[in-house]
């Protein structure tokens, strides 16, 4: 009966549920993701799991409530089945995964290699690479498509990075990012991408070599791969909507933040469990022995667990990545903004190149261009050729912008938060049939006392 006490005390310790469904359901409803390669699969952690990559004992946080007010983000409507975009649907031809990882040692420290090993319309493809060239790559597709949701990798960490169980956690999430990345063929057929699965292995110098996309590159590539977007009517609501969405993914941001380490928690307590339960019926065989030998009582031997499944970690894993792919929805928007602000700068640099053109039209000069043995023609064409390019700039710019808002508006933000709220029903259907059949298990070790004690008097 302590085992079972044990078990439903785990389970139901009312401060972490009262938290949980309480505080995360509304957020975690509209936010949440499994891994879209298999079916949910449960890891198993060994004790040393329990100290993290500094060696201490993780600090656990406060489980009470949080008050967090949850800005209303209206229904977007999507767009016609006719006119969804090409670059979001999935080529159900592309294999890409992470399978092994190897340690090489460089410069007397030891850097971990992730195996990664594909195939697509192209053929086979196989490549080692380190976590930077990962946030390498990530970062040139950012610069490349800014205002497009980028798939996210992992934080970066700088102890532990060596520990077996933390390489497998960070294989799941990039895992994770390479999957996005072949759902969306025009980041997987990017140059940068392309050469991070088929380039050599000095990937960071080779992209660093690879040409930075002007504006006007940027605005004809988003007009060929959105052109049902290109073309599109403005829509008032477009700003309402991403607003209010970006404030919403920022609140969730938070919630999940602390739900993640709600779920360390009770993730450290299964583990300590674990180990509590194996020596629990350790000591129930040392004093049958005892009982048996002294008292004449019938030796009862039980054989304790030697594997369990712990539940709690599909749902630590799935809020490690919701948070990082929130991050990465709520970067896009910001480069919205970005974009926003470097229109702004290069108008008011346009008026004020035009301003100076006229000022020379009358014969007047700045400081600097009385100072330079340039003539008042030579100034003139400079101006002039920097007016022109900055109207090309500010023109593509506002075609960058347009295209951003709309896709956002009515197709990231609302396909984000579908994907979010079907999944999050199935990671809980996992985490509870996990559950269940764990501690039914458990139940049925712990009766295993009582059918022998049966099994002696009958």
């Known amino acids: 009966m302590l085992i079972i006490v044990l078990c439903v005390d785990i389970i139901l310790e009312k401060r972490l549920w009262y938290w949980v469904f309480n505080n995360s359901w509304k957020v975690i409803m509209e936010h949440s993701n499994i891994n879209p390669l298999e079916e949910i699969k449960v890891v198993e952690y ?16 406060s489980m009470e409530k ?5 800005p209303i983000v209206p229904n977007v409507p999507s767009l016609p089945d006719e006119d969804e975009e090409e670059e979001q649907k999935s080529d159900l031809s592309i294999k890409i995964a992470i399978n092994e990882h190897t340690l090489r040692s460089e410069l007397l420290k030891k850097h971990v290699y992730y195996n990664i090993q594909g195939q697509d319309k192209s053929g086979t493809f196989e490549n080692y690479r380190r976590f930077k060239d990962f946030r390498t790559l990530r970062e040139h597709l950012s610069n490349s498509w800014p205002g497009c949701y980028i798939p996210p990798v992992p934080r970066k960490q700088h102890l532990g ?17 390479l999957s996005k990345i ?12 392309q050469l991070f699965i088929r380039g050599p292995s000095e990937f960071n110098k080779k992209v660093n070599e690879l040409k930075k996309p002007t504006y006007d590159e940027i605005s004809r590539n988003y007009q060929r791969i959105f052109k049902n977007f290109s073309s599109c009517d403005y829509n008032e609501n477009y700003e309402r909507i991403i607003d209010e969405a970006n404030e919403y993914f920022k609140a969730g941001k938070c919630v999940l933040d602390k739900f993640e380490q709600i779920c360390k928690v009770n993730t450290d307590y299964f583990h300590s469990f674990e180990a509590s339960h194996a020596q629990l019926f350790n000591g129930i065989n040392e004093v049958n022995t005892f009982y048996s030998q002294t008292y004449g009582n019938p030796d009862l031997q039980v054989n304790p667990r030697e594997k369990f499944k712990n539940p709690f970690i599909v749902l630590l894993d799935w809020a490690r990545w919701e948070i990082i792919d929130i991050e990465a929805m709520i970067e896009a928007v910001g480069w919205k903004k970005e974009l926003e602000k470097i229109k702004a700068k290069t108008e008011a640099k346009l008026e004020s190149d035009r301003i100076q053109y006229q000022k020379l039209q009358l014969g007047k000069k700045s400081l600097s261009q009385i100072l330079s043995t340039k003539s ?20 593509a710019l506002v075609i960058i912008i347009k295209i951003v808002t709309a896709r956002l508006a009515s197709l990231e933000i609302p396909t984000f938060k579908q994907s979010k709220s079907k999944k999050y029903e199935l990671i809980l259907r996992s985490f509870a049939n996990t559950s269940i059949a764990e501690f039914e298990q458990i139940i049925m070790n712990t009766k295993e006392i009582e059918d022998k004690l049966n099994e ?3």
Not at 66 to 70: L, Q
Request: proline share 4%.
């Open 456 to 458: 002696k008097y009958n």
């Open 376 to 395: 008042k023609e030579k100034n003139m064409k400079i101006l002039q050729d920097n007016t022109i390019n900055l109207e090309a700039e500010i023109e």
């Open 161 to 177: 990075t060596t520990q077996p169980q933390f390489i497998e956690q960070r294989k799941k999430l990039l895992n994770l990012f």
């Open 182 to 193: 072949s759902s969306m063929s025009f980041l997987y057929e990017s140059d940068e991408f």
């Open 66 to 70: 949080v008050d967090v007010k949850y």
């Open 46 to 61: 060994k004790e040393e799991d329990l100290i993290d990559e500094t060696g201490n004992q993780p600090n656990y946080p």
